[in-house]
């Protein structure tokens, strides 16, 4: 009886069977090929705000005018609540005032009215609360460039063995044809 693969039978055998029986390949290889990239430019650029306040980080006083209390999630998840805290500043670059906010965890203590702010000059909505760093983005991003570069350096072993296998059939295809 014939072996069975996934849904049909075969029927009869091609001189390029054999290849196709040599590595059967999972799914999971090319689910790979797009969630680690995917990952990684996530990672990537949460990371890359947190490099961003570190060197052009400025910090200043402002003022709140706002804390909310707000969740998303159920009853059964009530750790996914979390303080909104809206405030003011005077951006030292453009001498404007910035209104902009910061999503705080419920463990924060809440805010008087002046808080600490740090920023970067001229971009809007590149401002938190001072100390409200985010170092699980730093952590995400250096396990997700771990991670690629295992799956590059596992990549590049199996195409070389794919290679390997590939020259060794053809000589033995080339050995029958000669004999």
């Given amino acids: 009886m014939p072996p069975y693969y996934g849904g049909y039978h075969r029927l009869f ?37 947190e490099l961003r306040f570190l060197i052009q980080g400025r910090t200043t006083t402002g003022s709140v005018d706002g804390v909310q209390k707000l969740g998303m999630g159920s009853r059964s998840l009530p750790n996914w609540r ?43 909505g590149g401002s938190r ?15 997700c460039l771990i991670g690629s570069l295992v799956y590059s350096v596992l990549l590049v072993l199996d195409a070389r063995r794919a290679v390997r296998e590939e020259e060794e059939f053809e000589s033995k295809r080339r050995r029958r044809r000669e004999e």
Avoid: K
């Avoid at 404007?96 to 001229?122: C, F, Q």
């Fill in 82 to 124: 979390y303080l909104e805290v809206s405030y003011t500043f005077q951006d030292e670059q453009t001498r404007r005032l910035r209104s902009e906010h910061d999503d705080l965890p419920t463990s924060w203590p809440r805010p008087a009215n002046t808080v600490e702010i740090e920023y970067i000059a001229g971009a809007p």
């Fill in 13 to 49: 055998r091609t001189p390029f069977s054999d290849r196709a029986d040599m590595n059967p390949q999972s799914p999971v290889g090319c689910l790979l090929l797009i969630i680690v990239p995917g990952l990684l430019i996530c990672s990537t650029y949460m990371a890359w705000w």
């Fill in 129 to 143: 609360l001072a100390g409200h760093h985010h170092v699980m983005a730093i952590i995400f991003f250096v396990v």
